[in-house]
């Protein structure tokens, strides 16, 4: 019944008529009853409604007709807002002319009322291409339109410089603001343009100039030829080196004649290298070309030429007379010193060839001396056990001898014999330690804890009835720390030091042995009030075969100390000297003081005396050299002992089973016949009877991993030749710690090696 597009004065009357016809049928009812009523009250409220709209139309009316009003108003403000630009400035809105302003408008006052709203954004394009005022663009204006809707996306703008009668210049700008608006701007840059067209000049002009200026005063003559090989400039120089006057070289003047003068005037020799026809091709073919030639006055001219962007060239001349003269002179010294070289290196050649042959035969001869060093150093290493042997067995044999002969006359002799065996025994031992330290084997030293308590003891033990025959006292500090050094070697090279002392020590004299500890070094000493040391001969004494001035000859053969530096040097450890002579001499060697289990070392000076006690046990003997087994056999049974005397492990065990029981202790030497070797032995006859048998491993191998072997097995070791006082002290302590259920055992006891 009512539309709400008809005006709010036809809706309000409507209403107005709606009612009355609901009132008039109100009161035609005959009864009031409780339908009527409810039509009657329907009938009020949908008047409010209709009221309340009226109202809400009449304020949206209101409101409408403010927008409108509003919208003019911004409409003038923006027009306004527009003509005050000093750009050009026109809105399209779905591709047609919306508003612009009035200098937009004037830009082409011939076409003024074609630029009106309703102008298509096309139309635009081309009614500027076709304006009167149009000269030119950059790129062209038709095409402006394309690069405009390609851009409608991405908000880029689209801009072209166009020229206009009146040497005008505009910047056409176009960007897409939304996907209906397009914002157009013509801003004037005329004032740009004619200010960077004036600069250019002025810069251009300047530049001429200064071109000009750098032309006329290089030191090089240059001039330039046109396409049709014509003069067309050239500065001062370039007469100069031609040595033409000014008015000959006139604008214009072809090449050809230039070249044609030069030779009637003998300023250039004749030479077919001049033609122009020539210089022209290779110019087309290479784009320069160079030159070197002579001119009639002997001077030398460097010619080069250049092709110039319009076909024609750039000629340089330089007088290059003195620096070809001076390369000439250099090349002719050149060539003498190259002539001087070449002799030399001939003799240099010859020379080398003569150092090579020498250098291969001192190579042969170092081939043969290492050869023989090694054959040398191999064979006394290899035969230290056949060397040691009988050696070994003779000192068995002379001792039971010298026991048997103590009440005889012939005891002087055999104590004699016992004194020349126990040098040879000393000069073989230095020889083999010298030979081993030779050959830089890495089993020759092992490095480990060491019981300064051991060595010295077991020094003291060895030296002190040699001392006690000589009338020398000897003193031992005793010492309970332990230092990281080779038992073998540190014993060693103690022992050659005392050696040394008691030797060259007169009767009644004195060799004290001891250790100092400085921070985390100790430093063992020894002291004698012998003959001294001159300072000269301090350095050398410590090298082979060498003795002071002040030794008696036939004293030794001077290979004591040179085992001892050797063995510190390989070591690690300081060995120095003081000494004055006619006072005496303090031999040091410094070592690293480490930490160790003091429990796990028995020290050798706590073994029991027993030289006046009878060996009275049985006592498996394995060895297989015959006179070594002959006279421990011997020199045992002399002291006691009931020997089983075998050359095998298969022999012992024969032995011990024909016995029924196991033997005190076992004495095995470390390598027997066919591989076998005394740790097996041991280690069989210990498993057959079930018995934790003593057991002493004799040998001529000093290797650490023998050692180990050793002292994995609880054997003790001893090398050979053996010290029979030491042995004879070992048995009866060995024996009698088994008997007694003792736990510790010396892990290593030797001879020489101390061990």
């Known amino acids: 019944m009512l539309n709400p597009e008809d005006p709010a004065e036809l809706q309000i009357a409507k209403q ?106 096309a139309q635009f394009f081309t009614l500027v291409q076709n304006s009167g005022q149009f000269v030119s663009s950059d790129r062209g204006v038709s095409d402006m339109l394309d690069t405009l809707l390609s851009n409608c996306h991405t908000g880029l703008v689209s801009s072209e410089v166009i020229e206009l009668l009146g040497d005008r210049w505009y910047k056409l700008s176009a960007q897409y603001t939304s996907t209906e608006n397009v914002v157009i701007l013509l801003t004037d840059i005329t004032s740009v343009v004619r200010r960077n067209r004036d600069e250019k000049e002025t810069l251009i002009d300047r530049q001429e100039d ?92 460097d010619i080069q030429a250049n092709q110039l962007p319009d076909g024609g060239f750039l000629v340089e001349l330089k007088d290059v007379t003195l620096e070809a003269r001076a390369t000439e002179t250099l090349e002719n010294r050149v060539m003498e010193r190259t002539a001087e070289l070449t002799r030399a290196n001939e003799k240099l050649i010859r020379e080398y060839e003569e150092k090579a042959r020498v250098e291969e035969a001192l190579r042969v001869a170092k081939e043969r001396a290492e050869a023989a060093v090694s054959s040398k150093t191999r064979f006394l290493a290899a035969a230290s056990h056949d060397l040691l042997q009988p050696i070994n067995a003779a000192k068995l044999m002379i001792s039971t001898l010298m026991e048997i002969t103590r009440d005889t006359d ?73 230092v990281h050094s080779d038992s073998v070697y540190l014993l060693r090279s103690i022992q050659n030091l005392v050696v040394n002392a008691i030797q060259y020590t007169e009767p009644g004299g004195r060799v004290l042995v001891g250790c100092r500890r400085r921070g985390d070094k100790i430093v063992v000493q020894v002291w004698d009030t012998g003959i001294g040391i001159a300072r000269k001969d301090q ?7 060498t003795r002071a001035d002040n030794v008696t000859f036939g004293s030794g053969m001077g290979l004591g100390l040179s085992v001892v530096d050797r063995a510190c040097r390989l070591l690690g450890h ?73 050359r095998s492990t298969e022999e012992a065990m024969r032995f011990v089973t024909d016995m029924g029981m196991p033997p005190d202790i076992i004495l095995a030497d470390y390598q027997l016949d066919d591989g076998d070797t005394g740790v097996n032995a041991i280690r069989q006859i210990r498993e057959m009877t079930q018995t934790h048998v003593p057991a002493i491993l004799i040998t001529a191998d000093r290797s650490e991993s023998l050692r180990h072997a050793g002292l994995r097995h609880d054997v003790s070791v001893m090398t050979k030749p053996v010290k029979l006082s030491r042995l004879r002290s070992l048995i009866v302590w060995k024996v009698h710690r088994d008997l007694t259920g003792m736990a510790s055992t010396p892990t290593k006891v030797g001879g020489d090696s101390g061990g």
Not at 426 to 454: C, F, G, K, N
Not at 615 to 627: G, P, R, T
Request: with cysteine.
């Open 16 to 121: 107005a008529k709606i009612i009355d016809a609901l009132v008039r049928r109100a009161n035609r009812q005959k009864d009031v009853g409780p339908s009527a009523f409810r039509a009657f009250q329907s009938a009020i409220e949908l008047r409010q409604r209709v009221m309340e709209q009226s109202r809400d139309l009449e304020r949206a009316t209101t409101e409408l007709e403010s927008a409108r009003y509003e919208r003019e108003q911004t409409r003038k403000s923006l027009v306004k807002a527009l003509s005050s630009m000093e750009e050009g400035f026109a809105l399209f809105t779905d591709g047609q002319l919306n508003l612009c302003n009035d200098l937009f408008q004037t830009i082409f006052p011939d076409v003024p009322e074609l630029v009106s709203p309703g102008l298509d954004l």
């Open 210 to 301: 200064y071109l000009q200026a750098v032309f006329q005063n290089m030191s090089s003559g240059l001039c330039t030829f046109s396409a049709d090989t014509e003069i067309m400039m050239h500065n001062a120089r370039f007469r100069e080196i031609l040595n033409l006057p000014h008015p000959l070289l006139r604008p214009r003047m072809p090449v050809q004649n230039l070249l044609d003068l030069m030779r009637a005037r003998g300023l250039i020799k004749a030479d077919d290298e001049l033609k122009v026809g020539k210089w022209q091709h290779e110019l087309k073919s290479r784009g320069w070309l160079r030159k070197r030639v002579r001119d009639g006055a002997d001077r030398v001219l």
């Open 410 to 482: 012939l005891h002087e002799m055999m104590d004699r014999l016992d004194g020349a065996f126990g040098s040879a025994e000393q000069l073989l031992h230095s020889l083999l330690d010298i030979s081993r330290l030779e050959t830089a084997d890495p089993d020759t030293v092992s490095p480990t804890s060491v019981s300064l308590a051991s060595v010295i003891a077991g020094i003291h033990g060895d030296q002190a009835l040699v001392a006690e025959k000589n009338n020398v006292r000897l003193d031992v500090v005793s010492c309970s720390e332990f």
């Open 539 to 545: 350095a050398r004494v410590f090298e082979e075969f």
């Open 574 to 646: 300081k060995l120095s000297l003081r000494s004055k002579p006619g006072v005496g001499s303090v031999f040091s060697i410094e070592m690293d003081r480490v930490e160790a289990d003091r429990g796990a070392i028995e020290p050798l000076d706590l073994l029991p005396h027993t030289d006046d006690m009878s060996l009275d046990h049985i006592v498996l003997v394995i060895e297989n050299d015959k006179d070594v087994l002959f006279g421990t056999t011997l020199w045992l049974e002399q002291n006691g002992a009931s020997v089983l005397p075998a």
